[in-house]
């Protein structure tokens, strides 16, 4: 309750007070407030200043950072400048030095193309003499060994060669030497290698052949007799018989005998056998076929002759002789210079234009 009176009593005082105060006072508060006042503008504005000098000297410093990059990267940029100049001069050297090179480089190509030019020249010039020479070496073929194989090798290799230089001029010459080729595989062919091994396998045989005279007749088998029961004086009539049957021989005189051969005869026989089989490897190699022919025969009477020709061996020996008399080994060649002609034609008109 005491609290309550007070309270109401306040207003009562301060209604009891005078309402216009002291004028000094009055002014003082004014000051105070205008101090107040300035204060505060004072300290904001030194806060101003100080955050503006902070700005500054972090603009002056990053001028600074700024101004010595932009001073450094002059620097390098002079440095790189200079570098360039350097490198502008030597490459200006180089260029000159190049462009020398270059000259000389087209000085070379030049000698070098004609000497290609010359040695083209050179080279079908060579060739020609290749070609020409294989052919004459299957011209040689054919005339002197009658070897067609040999004789189209060495044309097919003419041909091949004629291939290698890619020369449309030269087509001409392929057809002939084609035209040739065809030639000589129309031909029949003689196997000649067969035949030869047949050769070698008699020659072979020829020291196995059995000799007429050292054939036996064979003796007919006797029976066993019995224990005789004779008396003596027939025993003796019948060895007397006997004897009397041996002492009389029928021959047949209208066929030839042959002497008997010493060892020293049959080996020269054998030889000789040997020899004509021989020659007729020969003939058949350079297919002569009339020689060849006379060998064979003549081997066949010898053998028939002088050997056992009805077994083994011998019959062999026979039957071997007469399928090579039934053979063939000559042929008719076709001519075959007209590619030579046609090469010898080319390279002398090749050699006119050179000149």
Same mark, same amino acid.
């Given at each position: 309750m005491t609290e309550q009176n007070n309270v109401a009593d306040e207003p009562q005082n301060t209604a009891s007070t005078p309402v216009h105060k002291n004028p000094l006072a009055r002014a003082i508060s004014h000051l105070n407030l205008t101090q107040l006042t300035l204060a505060v503008l004072v300290v904001v504005f030194l806060w101003q200043w100080i955050d503006g000098k902070q700005q500054l000297n972090q603009i002056q410093q990053t001028l600074a950072h700024r101004l010595a990059e932009v001073d450094g990267s002059n620097k390098a940029t002079q440095t790189l400048t200079l570098q360039s100049q350097e490198l502008v001069r030597e490459l200006g050297g180089k260029l000159s030095v190049l462009e020398s090179k270059y000259a000389e480089t087209q000085s070379q190509r030049a000698a070098l193309e004609t000497l290609y030019q010359d040695m083209s020249s050179s080279r079908d010039q060579m060739v020609l003499a290749e070609v020409e020479q294989l052919l004459l070496i299957a011209g040689q073929q054919l005339q002197l060994a009658s070897n067609v194989k040999a004789a189209l090798i060495a044309m097919q290799q003419a041909d091949s060669r004629l291939q290698r230089l890619d020369r449309a001029a030269l087509g001409s010459l392929r057809r002939a030497i084609n035209s040739d080729m065809d030639k000589l595989r129309s031909l029949p062919d003689v196997d000649v290698s067969a035949i030869n091994a047949r050769l070698d396998s008699l020659i072979s045989l020829v020291d196995r052949l059995p000799l007429v005279q050292d054939i036996r007749t064979p003796q007919e088998s006797l029976t066993p007799t019995a224990v005789s029961t004779d !008396?003596? /004086?027939? &025993?003796? $009539?019948?060895?007397? /018989?006997?004897? *009397?049957?041996?002492?009389?021989? *029928?021959?047949?005189?209208?066929?030839?005998?042959?002497? %008997?051969?010493?060892?020293?005869?049959?080996?020269?026989?054998?030889?000789?056998? &040997? %020899?004509? $089989?021989? !020659?007729?490897?020969?003939? $058949?190699?350079?297919?002569?076929?009339? !020689?060849? &022919?006379?060998? *064979?025969?003549?081997?066949?009477? /010898? *053998? &028939?002759?002088?050997?056992d020709f009805k077994n083994g061996d011998g019959a062999q020996a026979v039957n071997t002789l007469q399928k090579l008399n039934a053979s063939r080994i000559k042929i008719e060649l076709p001519d075959v210079s007209s590619s030579l002609e046609a090469v010898r034609h080319y390279r002398a008109s090749r050699e006119k234009d050179v000149r």
């Amino acid at each position: 309750m005491t609290e309550q009176n007070n309270v109401a009593d306040e207003p009562q005082n301060t209604a009891s007070t005078p309402v216009h105060k002291n004028p000094l006072a009055r002014a003082i508060s004014h000051l105070n407030l205008t101090q107040l006042t300035l204060a505060v503008l004072v300290v904001v504005f030194l806060w101003q200043w100080i955050d503006g000098k902070q700005q500054l000297n972090q603009i002056q410093q990053t001028l600074a950072h700024r101004l010595a990059e932009v001073d450094g990267s002059n620097k390098a940029t002079q440095t790189l400048t200079l570098q360039s100049q350097e490198l502008v001069r030597e490459l200006g050297g180089k260029l000159s030095v190049l462009e020398s090179k270059y000259a000389e480089t087209q000085s070379q190509r030049a000698a070098l193309e004609t000497l290609y030019q010359d040695m083209s020249s050179s080279r079908d010039q060579m060739v020609l003499a290749e070609v020409e020479q294989l052919l004459l070496i299957a011209g040689q073929q054919l005339q002197l060994a009658s070897n067609v194989k040999a004789a189209l090798i060495a044309m097919q290799q003419a041909d091949s060669r004629l291939q290698r230089l890619d020369r449309a001029a030269l087509g001409s010459l392929r057809r002939a030497i084609n035209s040739d080729m065809d030639k000589l595989r129309s031909l029949p062919d003689v196997d000649v290698s067969a035949i030869n091994a047949r050769l070698d396998s008699l020659i072979s045989l020829v020291d196995r052949l059995p000799l007429v005279q050292d054939i036996r007749t064979p003796q007919e088998s006797l029976t066993p007799t019995a224990v005789s029961t004779d !008396s003596g /004086w027939q &025993k003796l $009539l019948r060895e007397m /018989w006997q004897d *009397i049957k041996n002492l009389v021989r *029928i021959e047949n005189t209208h066929q030839s005998e042959l002497p %008997l051969l010493s060892p020293t005869q049959t080996f020269f026989l054998r030889e000789n056998l &040997k %020899l004509r $089989l021989l !020659s007729a490897r020969m003939a $058949l190699l350079t297919r002569d076929e009339a !020689s060849f &022919k006379h060998d *064979i025969k003549t081997a066949q009477e /010898w *053998i &028939k002759l002088y050997f056992d020709f009805k077994n083994g061996d011998g019959a062999q020996a026979v039957n071997t002789l007469q399928k090579l008399n039934a053979s063939r080994i000559k042929i008719e060649l076709p001519d075959v210079s007209s590619s030579l002609e046609a090469v010898r034609h080319y390279r002398a008109s090749r050699e006119k234009d050179v000149r």
